[in-house]
């Protein structure tokens, strides 16, 4: 049995090991945090999610990061950079501590710095201008490739006027005779017999006449219903052109996207031709004035943009959308502070104030 002295020692060794256990663990968690006396934060204005309004910079992104801040109680300032490339080239060369910019994760980022979760998810969308469907049939209606193939037309109509008039000039002059008269006639004839209206005031008695006649009549059939699909394929092929299914839908026509986005990885990806803007703001502007037909990029910056420039009865999101985007912050190769800040962030994305934010924004 224990002597009762024992007992009394063992009792005191603990109560005193104990403020060393815990400066112990105090010392542990100190040392996980790396030393910084202001955290270098690299961002670029990237409405609606980092704003600069007098001088202070606002936004989903940067809510984020004040409630991350809230439990990590650090200083920090932030870094503005001019685009989105030289934001990602600062963080890949180290010039800044993290970036809580809305940056995509993607392979070839993932190539080049560090992602904690994701706060936010977006979609890759198509912005493009509206129009009037009736303007837009009269313009294919009244083109150049409506009206060269009327005029084929009237040239197919006029040879077999031609020909039958050939036959008919001398037997049945009062129905054909003549030069230019008898020709207009043929011409008249033609052109009847292929609409199938068949009045009956001209018709070809030779025998020669008769055959030119049937074969006429035959390929006129052909002739006509062609004509009518063609006219009704030029009164649709625009809007069935311009349905944007998926990205390989775009090969067709000018796009255009920001520089050193996700959205320009993806149509390089599929190797579609692309024109590089700055940022959103330059997109939607370079969509109103038809530099290009669509512009691919985040949708909530693309709505974001359409309202803040007061476009909406110009400019319409598609509703298909390209792809699926994670927001993440963006970290420097090996970083010491994702570890530490990853885990405040998933924790500060479960807070009720984190949830009326994002009901905010919608």
Do not use: C
Not at 16 to 26: D, K, R, S, T, Y
Not at 279 to 300: L, M, Q, R, T
Not at 333 to 339: A, F, G
């Amino acid at each position: 049995m224990p002597s009762f002295s024992g007992f009394i020692f063992f009792l005191l060794f603990t109560i005193n090991f104990q403020p060393v256990i815990a400066q112990q663990e105090q010392d542990t968690i100190s040392a996980e945090i790396p030393e910084a006396k202001k955290y270098i934060i690299g961002i670029t204005e990237t409405p609606p999610f980092v704003e600069k309004r007098l001088g202070e910079y606002t936004g989903l992104s940067i809510s984020s990061w004040k409630l991350v801040n809230e439990q990590l109680k650090t200083d920090y300032e932030f870094k503005e950079y001019a685009s989105l490339a030289d934001l990602l080239d600062g963080i890949e060369k180290g010039e800044v501590d993290f970036s809580v910019n809305p940056i995509t994760v993607t392979d070839n980022r993932m190539k080049r710095m560090d992602f904690s979760q994701p706060y936010f998810i977006s979609h890759t969308s198509v912005a493009k201008r509206k129009e009037s469907r009736l303007l837009k049939h009269l313009e294919n209606l009244f083109s150049w490739d409506f009206f060269s193939v009327v005029f084929l037309l009237l040239l197919v109509i006029f040879i077999f006027g031609f020909l039958v008039w050939l036959f008919e000039r001398r037997n049945n002059a009062e129905e054909f005779g003549g030069s230019i008269k008898g020709i207009m006639q043929g011409f008249w004839w033609s052109a009847v017999t292929m609409t199938t209206v068949g009045y009956g005031d001209k018709s070809p008695r030779t025998l020669g006449g008769r055959i030119i006649g049937l074969i006429w009549m035959f390929m006129a059939v052909i002739i006509i219903s062609s004509f009518t699909a063609g006219i009704a394929s030029s009164l649709t092929v625009t809007s069935i052109n311009e349905e944007i299914n998926n990205i390989e839908d775009l090969q067709r026509f000018d796009v255009g996207t920001v520089n050193s986005s996700s959205s320009q990885e993806l149509l390089n990806l599929y190797n579609i031709e692309n024109t590089l803007v700055k940022d959103g703001e330059e997109g939607i502007k370079a969509v109103y004035d038809k530099e290009f037909s669509f512009f691919v990029y985040d949708e909530p910056i693309l709505r974001y943009e359409i309202q803040k420039q007061d476009l909406s009865d110009e400019i319409e999101i598609l509703g298909q959308s390209l792809k699926k985007d994670y927001y993440s912050y963006a970290f420097p190769k090996n970083s010491k502070l994702l570890p530490l800040i990853d885990p405040i962030l998933v924790r500060s994305l479960k807070t009720m104030e984190w949830s009326t934010l994002t009901e905010d924004y919608y």
